[in-house]
């Protein structure tokens, strides 16, 4: 699924929820791709229901940015 949103205000503060249970990888992909836009003032949230891969830990190495957030949920 693709989402265009355009933004008219560049103040405007986004938050992006991401549920995940998993699929480490596509996460990964999907991350990147968030961070790959132009548009910078926005939140990712991550909500983590693996119950064997912890993607959280994953995506946290993985990028340095305090723009992203995980919680490992049940």
């Given amino acids: 699924m693709r989402v ?8 405007t503060y986004v938050s ?3 549920g995940t249970r998993n699929r480490p990888e596509l996460l990964e992909q999907c991350v990147q791709s968030i961070l790959n836009q132009s548009y910078e003032n926005y939140e990712i949230i991550i ?3 693996s119950n064997q891969i912890n993607s959280c830990d994953h995506i946290m190495n993985r990028f340095d ?3 992203i957030s995980c919680e490992h949920i049940n």
Avoid: K, P, T, Y
């Fill in 4 to 11: 265009l949103v355009l933004m008219e205000d560049a103040s």
């Fill in 16 to 18: 992006v929820l991401i």
């Fill in 47 to 49: 909500l983590d229901n």
């Fill in 65 to 67: 940015d305090s723009r």
